[in-house]
Nanobody
Framework: QVQLVESGGGLVQPGGSLTLSCAAS????????MGWYRQAPGKERDLVAG???????NYADSVKDRFTISKISVKNTLYLQMNSLKPEDTAVYYC?????????WGKGTLVTVSS
């Protein structure tokens, strides 16, 4: 059974940084497509950053050069380093994995960027 557990969200001032973590079980972060999505109030859930099965990364235009996705295989954990945060980055951030034709989601972690 796939489980994804996010952590690291919180309140941060504009210009600040946060690192989100996604601890995975039942799936390997090394061999599956995984990524981070976010959903702001009243908006759709959108891709923020992800790894393809081949290991390539892709980012939403709005976060390029500010956010970095990474993974540590021995910990089976996915990360999202977020720098230069803006109020418009405020959202619930979800860890996502795609395995055997099925989408798996964590419960999300709230990131609030506000002064």
């Amino acid at each position: 059974q796939v489980q994804l557990v996010e952590s690291g969200g919180g309140l941060v001032q504009p210009g600040g940084s946060l690192t989100l973590s996604c601890a995975a079980s039942g799936i390997s972060v090394s061999f599956n497509a995984m990524g981070w999505y976010r959903q702001a109030p009243g908006k759709e859930r959108d891709l923020v950053a992800g790894f393809t099965v081949a290991g390539r990364t892709n980012y939403a235009d709005s976060v390029k050069d500010r956010f970095t996705i990474s993974k540590i295989s021995v910990k089976n954990t996915l990360y999202l380093q977020m720098n230069s945060l803006k109020p418009e980055d405020t959202a619930v951030y979800y860890c996502h994995a795609f395995k055997s034709g099925v989408d798996h989601w964590g419960k999300g972690t709230l990131v609030t960027v506000s002064s």
